[in-house]
T-cell receptor, first 114, second 112 residues
Framework: DAGVIQSPRHEVTEMGQEVTLRCKPISGHDYLFWYRQTMMRGLELLIYFNNNVPIDDSGMPEDRFSAKMPNASFSTLKIQPSEPRDSAVYFC????????????FGPGTRLTVL | GDSVTQMEGPVTLSEEAFLTINCTYTATGYPSLFWYVQYPGEGLQLLLKATKADDKGSNKGFEATYRKETTSFHLEKGSVQVSDSAVYFCALSSGSARQLTFGSGTQLTVLP
């Protein structure tokens, strides 16, 4: 079984550019989570979805960040415009509601904004 | 709000040494508790979990016991291996919430 798939694995961009990160959750999972990991702030939950509907986006840092889940097998996290302080590793995770909170993480996207 | 406090790292041990990584929590109600592990260049993986007081989670030689009286969930392993080198995260989920609250992570390095 394929795990959570994220693309790209690495992204280097210049300040002001739009960045789109992609995630394919595990088939059959009804929850999807986006996290950001930095040395300074650790692992932060940005937003999560249930059955493709955003449930809690209180962790999204500002309006430059947006996330969508158009269907059960795909989600995007977009940053527009990007800034150097957005440099981090972004993880997507998915879980099945019936299995108490066991989240399966993707390999992450390492974003560098110059 | 909910929070998780982990012992500061990094932790460096010799192979076959005993490992303890401390974790304490603050939460409303009766949370579920988890340990996740992150190997270099990878995402987090669930290592073990406990869902009620006095439960012991175990996996791959690691153990942690849910102690409600001390609000703790310390991770232990009797004999670490070089392959255990990773970052370990304690986490909780309280009530009906699906999201996890993570600690800051503890870097473990095991030397041969």
């Amino acid at each position: 079984d394929a795990g959570v798939i994220q693309s790209p694995r690495h992204e280097v961009t210049e300040m002001g550019q739009e960045v789109t990160l992609r995630c394919k959750p595990i088939s059959g999972h009804d929850y999807l989570f986006w996290y950001r990991q930095t040395m300074m702030r650790g692992l932060e939950l940005l937003i999560y979805f249930n059955n493709n509907v955003p449930i809690d986006d209180s962790g999204m840092p500002e309006d430059r960040f947006s996330a969508k889940m158009p269907n059960a097998s795909f989600s995007t996290l977009k940053i527009q415009p990007s800034e150097p302080r957005d440099s981090a590793v972004y993880f997507c995770a998915s879980s099945q509601g019936a299995r108490l909170n066991e989240q399966f993480f993707g390999p992450g996207t390492r974003l560098t904004v110059l | 709000g909910d929070s998780v406090t982990q012992m500061e790292g990094p932790v460096t041990l010799s192979e076959e040494a005993f490992l303890t990584i401390n974790c304490t929590y603050t939460a409303t109600g009766y949370p579920s508790l988890f340990w996740y592990v992150q190997y270099p260049g990878e995402g987090l993986q669930l290592l073990l979990k406990a869902t009620k007081a006095d439960d012991k989670g175990s996996n791959k030689g690691f153990e942690a016991t849910y102690r409600k009286e001390t609000t703790s969930f310390h991770l232990e392993k009797g004999s670490v291996q070089v392959s255990d080198s990773a970052v370990y995260f304690c986490a909780l989920s309280s009530g009906s919430a699906r999201q996890l609250t993570f600690g800051s992570g503890t870097q473990l390095t095991v030397l041969p």
